[in-house]
């Protein structure tokens, strides 16, 4: 049996290379033959006419994303840090791509897809944000809008990164989800988003990350950058200023208590890293080798959270925003779910409270229970899904 996998694959940051390596690993251990389309929804040509037809939403966008737009306008100190920063990453992901996917070597826009599109007996669109807005537009071919009848189509764990969408999106929802065979989502928020669209019953399930055990990714774990000493280790995606500055003021009280040195990853940060930090690019299993060896994992990653856990690390997880509904919301519930929500930092804590968190412990052995519950809703959706056993 033949499943195509349509996600995120070319976007350079940890998360979607982790996301797409497990899910395709996991459905490989199935015994599956899988492929990953090379699909990018920059090859489309609707973004220009979204925009035109919902100015008050583009302008929304523009004002949420401000500081990045300002920064690229007027060019900040840190820019050819960050342009270093981002040829250094590319290659790496790409490496990982050309090693661990088996990624289609025809590129696809959504107009060849629906011409053409390489056969399967199922596709499954996931994880990751994939019906997110990105800016103002949701491709129709993260809803498998190009895949013909008879073909399987399945979403796994498929994400909107917020608890509701914006009405002009309606339409496009309204007409291919309602064509699906199955239907999970990675955060709860998201079913009843779903049920607005759709007779199928959404399943909540885990990020596919979690599909897969510590042993699981033994193939590509590296412990080729863990120094000898002790270590924080911070991996940091992008977030307002005063966030920014919170978070790093957090980690350097951490860092002059405890006395150990900071490792820092970004793929994407617009501030420099506001401390004493060493600022590394490790490829995706190096990133996991230096969050397990790490005395203590600091972040504001969701995969950064996912992968402390399934590592058994000490760590901190950092609120991404100051926004209810947006990149806190999948870090909060995975937390919440886990019973580790006294790991969570909400925006601005004291960070003399932060630090008292650390004496907190925690019993992964409890967490592991949960999550192996969790873990065979997952299973079960994917069995019926696809309709085989589980080897």
Request: with cysteine; charged share 25%; glycine share 4%.
């Amino acid at each position: 049996m033949i499943i195509g996998i349509v996600t995120l694959q070319n976007s350079n940051n940890y998360g979607a290379m982790y996301q797409v390596y497990a899910l395709s690993k996991y459905l490989k251990n199935l015994g599956y033959d899988v492929f990953i389309l090379d699909y990018e929804m920059t090859r489309d040509n609707a973004n220009l006419l979204n925009y035109i037809k919902n100015p008050i939403s583009f302008f929304k966008k523009i004002l949420y994303r401000r500081e990045q737009v300002i920064s690229k306008i007027f060019k900040k100190k840190n820019t050819i840090a960050k342009i270093n920063r981002k040829e250094g990453f590319i290659n790496i992901f790409r490496n990982f791509r050309g090693n661990y996917l088996n990624i289609t070597k025809e590129e696809y826009n959504y107009q060849k897809l629906v011409k053409n599109c390489p056969k399967a007996d199922a596709y499954i669109c996931g994880s990751d944000q994939i019906w997110a807005a990105d800016f103002l537009f949701t491709s129709p071919a993260f809803l498998l809008g190009f895949v013909p009848n008879g073909t399987k189509k399945i979403s796994y764990a498929a994400s909107f990164g917020k608890n509701e969408i914006e009405s002009y999106l309606n339409n496009v929802f309204s007409k291919y989800i309602n064509k699906f065979d199955a239907i999970s989502v990675r955060e709860k928020s998201a079913i009843s988003i779903v049920e607005k669209f759709s007779k199928l019953e959404p399943i909540h399930v885990l990020d596919p990350t979690l599909l897969l055990k510590k042993e699981d990714y033994l193939e590509i774990i590296d412990y080729s950058l863990v120094p000898d000493e002790s270590y924080i280790f911070v991996y940091k995606l992008n977030q307002d200023k005063e966030l920014s500055d919170w978070m790093d003021k957090s980690i350097n009280l951490i860092s002059e208590k405890n006395n150990h040195s900071v490792l820092a990853v970004s793929t994407n940060l617009i501030y420099p890293f506001d401390g004493n930090y060493r600022e590394l690019h490790p490829t995706p299993g190096q990133l996991l080798g230096l969050i397990e060896k790490s005395s203590l994992t600091v972040t504001n990653s969701f995969h950064g959270t996912v992968f402390s856990i399934i590592l058994q690390t000490k760590f901190l997880s950092f609120s991404r925003d100051s926004y209810k509904d947006k990149q806190n919301v999948r870090i909060e519930e995975l937390l919440s779910n886990l019973n580790l929500e006294k790991f969570y930092c909400e925006p601005f804590l004291d960070v003399k409270e932060v630090y008292k968190k650390l004496s907190i412990e925690n019993n992964y052995k409890n967490v592991f229970e949960k999550l192996a519950k969790m873990r065979n809703i997952s299973e079960n959706f994917i069995e019926k899904a696809l309709k085989v056993e589980r080897k």
